[in-house]
């Protein structure tokens, strides 16, 4: 157990429909990133909030949002779904407590499999 | 952005040690290696990371060249478990994002 916990762990919808992935990071991580990985592709980065902030933003999809709560838990909306967002939704958290702080090593989730058809 | 070029795959055997090369040669000075796995569908599994200096940890070695701009992932006495895609990756700088890009990484089978 990595520490970061993703939900669902697996979700079949339609094509046009909502959904929306959650994320815990681990405890004190300020950083919450997110990771899109289709079929036999690399991990592409989406978009990074750090306490509560956006803070980087990938090739993320206008149909796609996030954020980052109080809590520090994040959600990653996913609207108007095609069968091409069909993938592995990883979230990773990291502590990156200061712009000097050196090396950040991201702790990734179990992620959270999304099929639509 | 510094990139990284690594082998698409390799493969060892079972005991043997494993080398994974990678070159990053327009790495910056104060720029991080880092190094990651994924086994099957998993969550990237973090290794181990390097300014300068090797590293080692109980997982594998780090071994950074003195211009910085190639290392070498060993790992000792590889084992079926670490049958994985290995990801060499080279921190991206920004205002104030500690963002990882990943590369397509090296599938690496460990036979039998």
Same mark, same amino acid.
Not at chain 1, 23 to 28: A, D, E, K, M
């Given at each position: 157990?990595s520490?970061v916990t993703?939900?669902?762990?697996?979700?079949?919808?339609?094509t046009?429909q909502? =959904?929306?992935l959650r994320?815990?990071?681990?405890?004190?991580d300020?950083?919450v990133?997110?990771?899109?990985?289709?079929l036999?592709?690399? &991990?592409?980065?989406?978009?990074?909030?750090? !306490?509560?902030e956006?803070?980087a933003?990938?090739?993320? &999809?206008?149909?796609?949002?996030?954020?980052?709560?109080?809590?520090?838990?994040?959600?990653?909306?996913l609207s108007? &779904?095609?069968?091409g967002?069909s993938a592995l939704?990883?979230c990773? %958290? %990291?502590?990156?407590?200061?712009?000097?702080?050196?090396? !950040? =090593?991201l702790?990734?989730?179990?992620? %959270?499999r999304?099929?639509v058809? | 952005?510094?990139k990284t070029?690594?082998?698409?795959s390799?493969?060892c055997?079972?005991?043997?040690?494993?080398?994974?090369?990678?070159n990053h @040669?327009? /790495?910056s000075g104060?720029? #991080?290696?880092?190094?990651y796995?994924q086994?099957? @569908?998993?969550?990237p599994? #973090?290794? /181990?990371?390097?300014?300068?200096?090797?590293?080692?940890?109980?997982?594998? @070695?780090?071994?950074?060249?003195?211009d910085?701009?190639s290392?070498t992932?060993i790992?000792p006495?590889?084992?079926l478990?670490?049958?994985?895609?290995? #990801?060499?990756?080279?921190?991206?700088?920004g205002? @104030?994002? #500690?963002?990882? /890009?990943f590369g397509s990484?090296?599938?690496?089978?460990?036979?039998p």
């Open positions: 157990d520490g993703q939900t669902p762990k697996h979700l079949i919808t339609a046009g909502r =959904v929306t994320c815990s990071p681990r405890s004190g300020l950083s990133y997110w990771y899109q990985q289709s036999d592709q690399g &991990l592409q980065f989406l978009i990074q909030y750090y !306490n509560g956006e803070r933003k990938g090739n993320i &999809l206008e149909r796609f949002s996030a954020q980052q709560f109080p809590d520090l838990h994040s959600e990653l909306n108007s &779904l095609e069968l967002d939704y990883f990773a %958290s %990291s502590a990156q407590t200061s712009l000097l702080a050196g090396a !950040n =090593v702790t990734f989730g179990a992620g %959270s999304l099929t058809l | 952005d510094a070029t690594q082998p698409p390799m493969d055997a079972e005991g043997r040690a494993a080398n994974l090369p990678c @040669s327009t /790495i104060n720029e #991080y290696v880092y190094w796995r086994i099957h @569908s998993q969550g599994q #973090y290794i /181990i990371h390097g300014l300068k200096n090797n590293e080692t940890n109980e997982m594998a @070695s780090l071994i950074i060249t003195e910085r701009k290392s992932l790992l006495h590889a084992t478990r670490d049958t994985a895609v290995y #990801y060499c990756i080279v921190r991206v700088n205002d @104030s994002s #500690y963002k990882l /890009i990484g090296t599938r690496l089978l460990v036979r």
